[in-house]
């Protein structure tokens, strides 16, 4: 695909690669996020422990990466900390 800009090409193959690292981000995060609720609906306390810490992790690397805002990972985290400690409660 010859272009007539070079440099508009090239910021249209960077934006790609972008966009679809950020959809994967994305997508951890709630499959991750869909595991911690399964496992606090199964009462699966240590589950729910072991999948909320690993979410936490990719909720910070994304925040810190700017694919998620910081007060939307701080509520995304918020909620399921609560969900999770229901259950020990």
Known sequence: MA???SSAFKRHKQS?????RNKNAK??????S???VASV?????ALAQ??????IKK???AARKGIVKKN???RKKSRLQKLVNQLSA
Do not use: P
Not at 50 to 55: G, I, K, N, V
């Open 59 to 61: 909720i910070d690397t």
């Open 41 to 45: 609906h199964q009462k699966d306390n």
């Open 34 to 36: 869909r595991k911690v």
């Open 16 to 20: 790609e690669v972008r966009r679809v």
């Open 72 to 74: 939307a990972a701080a």
């Open 50 to 55: 072991a999948t909320l810490s690993d979410l």
């Open 3 to 5: 272009e007539k800009n």
């Open 27 to 32: 997508s951890a995060i709630r499959t991750v």
